[in-house]
């Protein structure tokens, strides 16, 4: 659900810009197949099953940054959107738990425990997503909203983002120490907060 949401939002904003590219490839449907990413199901799979953050990712949603408007920017909503959406989830689980707990209605332990894992997978994948290492939307964010001066030398560094991320995501088993743990938990941990915050959930 949350991939499939996230991509679809991909392919919505994308659309809503005016490119019609992910339209063409059959990407604006909530349809997980059409977003399925073997490698990134398969670390999502993984992460959980370790007791991590889930961490994972959907097939890349085809966009063509010419036909956008607003140039860089448009480009940079593009993927905020998937973030975005991921935190949209989180927010609105958090708020079905609230409701259910004001209105005193009983909820089976398994649809809390749904509802929990809900907020905590999507706040995961949204941390995730932000960070600003290609092929992630945390680098297409970054290089959008910088000035050119600063955006293109950085966007120059695009090709060493995904081994840069494969050593954070192994490095546990390369060093004994799992920095990407280091580097995702304060974040993950302070929008979790928010979101509970923002619900009046706790």
Excluded at 13 to 26: E, I
Excluded at 169 to 192: K, T
Aim: glycine letters at 10%.
């Amino acid at each position: 659900m949350a991939i499939s949401v996230h991509e679809f939002c991909h392919a919505l904003a994308a659309w809503s810009l005016g490119d019609r590219t992910a339209q063409a490839a059959g990407r604006l449907t909530l349809n997980p197949l059409k977003h399925l990413d073997p490698m990134g199901t398969l670390l999502l799979l993984i992460t959980i099953f370790a007791r991590a953050p889930g961490i994972g990712w959907g097939k890349p949603v085809p966009v063509d940054p010419y036909s956008l408007r607003f140039g860089r920017l448009g480009m940079a909503i593009v993927s905020a959107a998937g973030p975005l959406s991921n935190i949209a989830i989180a927010l609105a689980a958090a708020l079905a738990i609230r409701s259910l707990l004001s209105a005193d209605i009983g909820l089976p332990d398994w649809g809390v425990d749904f509802l929990q894992i809900l907020i905590i997978l999507n706040v995961g994948l949204a941390v995730f997503n932000l960070l600003p290492l290609a092929p992630l939307d945390g680098f297409g964010v970054l290089v959008g909203v910088l000035p050119w001066s600063v955006a293109r030398p950085i966007a120059r560094l695009a090709q060493y983002g995904p081994g840069i991320l494969l050593l954070l995501v192994f490095s546990g088993s390369f060093i004994g120490v799992n920095l990407l743990s280091i580097v995702l938990e304060p974040p993950r941990r302070a929008l979790f907060a928010l979101v509970l915050r923002a619900a009046g959930a706790s």
